[in-house]
């Protein structure tokens, strides 16, 4: 009995042995130019770190699909290329980094020098070929098609599908009837709901919070954890504030709406804060040694929620001003115009 139990295990080890092997990524890099103690690689709103020694730097990692992802630097960064595709494969990336000063405010920009070990680099690599080629051409529309319609295809699930697809619709490039085969073809099952519903509202402008449009009401805790919603305060003219503990360019501007917010409160004027921060914590931090009168609340999901999806809102500090009846009359607005809505 020994003497058959001994082959069977060995060939079942064997075949463990045999498996295949977890795929994983690594990220080899190298930076120029002004050079960090760290760098961060955020990966839809998961964000991971690494030192910078000698100008060198790894990420390892798994990812469950072909993602765009960006590089950070802090205090404050911005990627000129927008993102790069990171998948489970060894990637080699040379990138360099310029400090600039805009609006007093130091700004590190990152710049992708070269890549290497990313297919989906290279699928965009082509693609800029393939339109600098071909979208002079009169047939530019079909052939455009045909060109999205192979890749979104093969790779449905392919973060680089999504956001091909959405730059040639918001250039008004496919008609409806494109628009919408090709949207059936995208696994948006794999698709966040920021991206969902970035991708409708260029389908449907009309889902587009603008100025004039009812306001999307939600739901958030404050402080003590007690649900708040902006229905609450109809009657009253709010700006909502959309900040994080993190953001310097929002704290630096809390001084002037805490003015703001005392000259006029009595005039049936209220704020509602809303944190992106993913730390509670250091939210609540923030709020004490801000000294911020105004109630306050947060969503934990920062950009990649509902409400940032919703609201469009891709950066902050951000801000909606709503009137007593919940439709909004600014987005954006600066605090001069503020004060001048308000004397209005």
Same mark, same amino acid.
């Given at each position: 009995?020994k003497k058959?139990?001994i082959p069977i295990?060995?060939i079942?080890l064997l075949?463990r042995?045999?498996?295949k092997?977890?795929e994983?990524?690594?990220?080899?890099?190298?930076?120029?130019?002004?050079?960090?103690e760290?760098? /961060? $690689?955020?990966?839809?709103?998961?964000?991971?770190?690494?030192t910078?020694?000698?100008?060198v730097f790894?990420?390892?990692?798994?990812?469950?699909?072909?993602?765009?992802?960006?590089?950070h630097?802090k205090?404050n960064s911005?990627?000129?290329d927008?993102?790069?595709y990171l998948e489970?494969?060894? %990637?080699t990336i040379?990138?360099s980094?310029k400090?600039?000063k805009?609006?007093?405010?130091? $700004?590190?920009f990152i710049?992708?020098?070269?890549i290497?070990?990313?297919?989906?680099?290279?699928?965009r @690599?082509?693609?800029?070929?393939?339109?600098?080629?071909?979208k002079?051409k009169?047939d530019?529309?079909s052939?455009?098609y045909s060109? $999205?319609d192979s890749?979104?295809?093969?790779?449905?699930?392919n973060d680089f599908?999504?956001?091909?697809l959405?730059s @040639?619709?918001s250039?008004?490039?496919?008609n409806?009837t494109?628009?919408n085969?090709l949207y059936?073809?995208?696994?948006?099952?794999q698709l966040s709901? &920021?991206q969902l519903?970035? %991708? @409708?509202q260029v389908?449907?402008?009309n889902? &587009?919070?603008?100025?004039g449009k009812?306001? !999307?009401?939600? /739901?958030?805790p404050? &402080?003590?954890d007690?649900i708040?919603?902006t229905s609450?305060?109809?009657?009253k003219?709010?700006?909502i504030?959309?900040?994080a503990s993190?953001?310097?360019?929002?704290?630096?501007l809390?001084p002037?709406l805490?003015?703001i /917010?005392?000259?006029f409160?009595s005039?049936?004027?209220?704020i509602?804060?809303v944190s992106?921060?993913?730390?509670?914590?250091k939210w609540?931090?923030?709020i004490?040694k801000?000294k911020?009168p105004?109630?306050? &609340?947060i969503?934990t999901?920062?950009?990649?929620?509902?409400i940032s999806?919703? !609201?469009n809102?891709?950066?902050?500090p951000?801000?909606?001003?709503?009137?007593k009846n919940?439709m909004i009359?600014?987005?954006?607005?600066?605090?001069?115009?503020?004060?001048k809505s308000?004397?209005?």
């Open positions: 009995m058959i139990l295990l060995l079942l075949a042995c045999k498996s092997p977890e994983t990524y690594s990220i080899n890099g190298k930076i120029t130019g002004d050079i960090p760290y760098i /961060y $690689l955020y990966n839809k709103g998961k964000i991971d770190s690494s910078v020694k000698n100008g790894n990420f390892k990692g798994k990812i469950d699909r072909p993602r765009g992802v960006y590089f630097i205090n911005s990627m000129i927008d993102r790069f489970n494969k060894d %990637i040379e990138i980094n400090k600039k805009i609006n007093g405010l130091e $700004l590190n710049k992708i020098d070269k290497s070990g990313s297919k989906t680099e290279i699928l @690599h082509n693609f800029k070929i393939f339109s600098e080629i071909n002079k009169l530019w529309n052939i455009l060109k $999205l890749i979104i295809t093969v790779n449905p699930k599908s999504y956001h091909l959405l @040639h619709i250039k008004g490039e496919l409806s494109q628009i085969n059936k073809k995208l696994d948006t099952i709901i &920021v519903e970035k %991708i @409708h389908i449907n402008p889902r &587009v919070l603008s100025k009812k306001i !999307y009401d939600f /739901y958030l404050n &402080v003590n007690k708040i919603s609450n305060f109809r009657g003219i709010l700006l504030d959309f900040w993190w953001c310097k360019p929002c704290r630096k809390t002037d805490i003015e /917010y005392k000259e409160k005039s049936d004027f209220e509602l804060g992106l921060d993913t730390k509670i914590d609540k931090i923030a004490s801000d911020i105004w109630e306050n &609340v969503d999901l920062a950009f990649e929620g509902k999806a919703s !609201y809102i891709h950066f902050i951000f801000n909606i001003l709503i009137d919940g009359l600014g987005r954006n607005i600066s605090i001069e115009d503020l004060r308000l004397n209005d």
